[in-house]
């Protein structure tokens, strides 16, 4: 079970994490892409945090959205309308509800990477945030299904995220600007997976806290 | 980190109010942000075209806003896509009822962005299309991948769609005659030195004294191979013996545009040029007509591209009609 107090603490746990990785974000990206992708997004998610304040008597739908739209105005780049729609088709889903149970959050998270797979048109496999984020939410699922309570199932997807993040280091990239690389883009990690990877842990490490 | 700017976030802001200053009588700028819009729109009578992308490719595309041109365009952070509002902000100043083109360079980003912003305008029934540019022939094309870049070849899609534009063409004939230069022209770019956007601090990738980038994009992302430094005509070989196999340009005309990253002398463009045209004439491409500059840069890379388009009696006509813009005036 996750209420919205705790959403709001995910989502400040994550603009502060992505405003402490900017840097190391911005060298990978600098690797493969054109080096804004810690920049772009620590500006992106600063303006979520300003509007973090407004959102305390929201329901969780209509928090995710806010974020959503906030992301998409403010990110620019292609990360902007991927999370952007990440957030919103999330709140989709949650639209009116002040807690979610397990499943429902499972829910939300398949409707998160499903719109990313839409905007982006890209599947697992390219060298990008999908390459966290599928992963993460399989094995999110899986325990979620298999009995697991919330916090050991995104312990697992956590893990999962992360080696999906080693996982882009062995691929050639077929999507986004590191595509253009073609084969030197091997042996780079994926700026996009990776800020996947720092928001899930930003989840975890705030229900972990309780 | 060594430029000419006042505060790293204030560069855009500060780049776009000093380019309408420039041309006032030409360019106004929307209050909601960075949009440029031409100071002189005319009423209903023409469709709109709106372009736009990250900034740091000065002076696309503000800089081609004007008569026989765009009537708008769109500029984000340096690099960056500007977002599906602004865009949207901008596609609502300038609609009329003819309808409204976006041109967009093939990068995800601003693929996605635009995307966003038709899909808000048609929700609020303005008439709008657009079209996608990918002339850079360095990058393998598929349907399975990104594709190929949009780069330098962009400013010719705005110079003869505008025109068509300008003519009172329906949305769908200006759209048609966009795809058709689309399909026409062709870019390739190579840099001796990388670029640095003011808010990373550093330079997107480092060369030594000896180094090139050959097959470059127009966002100081490195190319697609690293080689050691040759001579000007050898370099330029390299870039249109590459063009010259992507389409077979032998006995047509063609308008050729040398088009300087930022950074690079327009004394070594034309030893460039020089050699071009020497060697288009060898291969039997007729050469109807030149543009030497800057004209889509990546801020301060030292490097060039060449742009390759295969011209008919339509496009020929269109190429030469008027256009007034702070950038390109014909």
């Keep these: 079970m996750i209420d919205s107090k705790k959403i709001i603490a995910i989502i400040d746990a994550a603009a502060k994490k992505i405003e402490s990785e900017k840097d190391f974000l911005t060298q990978l990206d600098n690797e493969i892409g054109d080096g804004d992708h810690g920049i772009n997004l620590a500006r992106g998610f600063k303006s979520v945090e300003e509007k973090l304040a407004t959102f305390a008597d929201k329901d969780i739908g209509a928090i995710l959205k806010s974020v959503g739209t906030a992301l998409v105005s403010t990110v620019g780049g292609a990360s902007g309308p991927l999370y952007g729609t990440a957030f919103m088709k999330a709140g989709n889903v949650c639209k009116g509800k002040f807690t979610l149970t397990d499943e429902e959050f499972a829910e939300a998270f398949n409707a998160a990477v499903e719109g990313v797979k839409m905007r982006g048109k890209s599947a697992e496999g390219e060298k990008t945030m999908l390459d966290a984020l599928c992963p993460a939410y399989r094995a999110f699922k899986g325990g979620v299904d298999g009995g697991k309570t919330l916090i050991p199932a995104l312990e697992d997807s956590v893990n999962a995220a992360m080696q999906g993040v080693e996982y882009t280091k062995t691929i050639i990239a077929t999507k986004g600007r590191a595509a253009y690389l073609q084969e030197r883009s091997l042996g780079h990690q994926d700026p996009g997976a990776t800020s996947s990877l720092y928001i899930l842990q930003a989840a975890l490490d705030v229900l972990k806290k309780g | ?330």
């Design chain 2, 1 to 330: 980190m060594k430029k000419l700017i006042n505060a790293v976030e204030k560069v855009e802001d500060e780049m776009i109010l000093g380019l309408v200053k420039s041309a006032p009588k030409k360019l106004r700028k929307l209050d909601c942000g960075k949009v440029v819009v031409r100071a002189d729109k005319k009423g209903n009578d023409k469709v709109a075209l709106v372009s736009g992308g990250g900034s740091g490719h000065e002076p696309a595309h503000g800089g081609f806003v004007g008569k026989g041109m765009l009537d708008c365009a769109v500029a984000g952070a340096v690099f960056t896509s500007p977002t599906p509002d602004k865009i949207f902000e901008g596609i609502k100043a300038v609609a009329t009822s003819q309808g409204v083109l976006c041109i967009v360079k093939n990068y995800t980003g601003d693929v996605m962005n635009f995307e966003m912003a038709v899909d808000m305008a048609a929700d609020e029934d303005i008439k709008v299309d657009s079209v996608i540019v990918n002339d850079d022939v360095a990058v393998k094309d598929s349907l399975y991948t990104t594709g190929r870049r949009g780069v330098a070849g962009t400013i010719l899609v705005h110079k003869i769609s505008g025109a068509k534009a300008e003519e009172g063409a329906s949305l769908d004939e200006v759209k048609r005659v966009a795809e058709k230069v689309i399909a026409n022209v062709r870019s390739m770019g190579m840099a001796i030195s990388p670029c640095t956007v003011p808010a990373a601090g550093k330079p997107g990738f480092t060369l030594a004294d000896d180094e090139v980038e050959i097959g470059i994009g127009i966002h100081g992302e490195p190319g697609t191979t690293r080689a050691k430094i040759i001579s000007a005509d050898e370099t330029a070989k390299i870039l249109l013996d590459k063009i010259l196999a992507d389409i077979d340009f032998k006995g047509s005309e063609v308008v050729v545009l040398i088009n300087g990253m930022g950074a690079t002398p327009l004394m070594e463009l034309y030893i460039i040029n020089n050699f071009v045209q020497d060697y288009l004439v060898a291969n039997g491409v007729k050469i109807y007509d030149t543009m030497v500059g800057n004209f889509m840069t990546s801020i301060e890379m030292a490097g060039f591209s060449i742009t390759l388009l295969r011209l008919d009696d339509e496009l020929k006509k269109l190429y030469d009609a008027p256009a007034d813009t702070p950038a390109l005036v014909k």
